[in-house]
């Protein structure tokens, strides 16, 4: 499933209309989320593979670069009627640019391609280094859920067969886990949402284990509506 941001205040809903209907035609499932204020965009908490930003002026570079900062993995595309802006693009590292009016068929090509590459890069299991410097790989669906260490730069990975104490910050193992359904409802901790068992507002969250998870008041209403997404899935 890759997570798509579309920040555009005047083509939005067609940009979003025609991701859903292209990524099937690429094998692919798509989640797209519309933004119109780059605040809200920045305190999401859901991590994102593409981002289409409109570039309208110097605000929305900064915003680029924002993003850029929190989550230098996340792909940007550009959408404007301004070259000038076009220089900015290349400092951001930005994976493509649209001129508006959007065209279909440039959506559906940057969506083809940016897929082709997610395809490439993708793995379905995560890299993981033990305290004793070993490498472990693991797959992500086994993954249920990773906590904070009770040291610095530590992590604790449960899996559905063991428990692995690994070296890691997790803001940044969260970015590494794009590609795959997982959620941060606490700070301290990331959850598979294929191994929640059930939930309590504002709470906390069960996992298939019975392992108690906190869920911050303030990622509630987000984690509800990505736990149905999944669950719609199934």
């Known amino acids: 499933m890759y997570r798509i941001a579309v920040y555009d205040n005047d083509e939005a809903k067609v940009i979003t209309e025609i991701l859903y209907r292209d990524a099937p035609k690429f094998n692919a499932e798509v989640h797209v989320f519309t933004y119109t204020d780059g605040k809200e965009l920045l305190q999401t908490h859901i991590r994102f593979n593409l981002i289409f930003l409109e570039i309208k002026g110097i605000e929305e570079i900064k915003l680029a670069r924002r993003i850029r900062r929190i989550d230098p993995q996340v792909q940007i595309v550009f959408i404007t009627d301004n070259f000038k802006y076009l220089k900015q693009a290349y400092k951001v590292h930005a994976f493509d640019y649209i001129q508006k009016p959007c065209k279909e068929t440039e959506i559906s090509r940057i969506l083809e391609d940016y897929l082709r590459f997610a395809n490439f890069l993708r793995k379905d299991v ?52 794009s590609n795959f359904d997982f959620f941060m409802p606490h700070r301290s901790h990331i959850v598979n949402l294929s191994q929640i068992k059930t939930y309590i507002r504002n709470e906390k969250i069960f996992m298939n284990n019975d392992d108690e998870i906190p869920l911050s008041k303030g990622r509630s209403k987000e984690f509800e509506a990505t736990y149905k997404r999944k669950v719609d899935e199934l």
């Open 126 to 177: 995560i890299k993981f280094k033990q305290l004793n410097g070993r490498e472990i790989l693991i797959s992500a669906d086994k993954i249920m859920y990773i906590s904070c260490g009770t040291k610095k730069r530590e992590v604790i990975v449960i899996t559905n067969d063991n428990d692995y104490i690994c070296r890691g910050i997790i803001n940044e193992i969260y970015s590494e886990l």
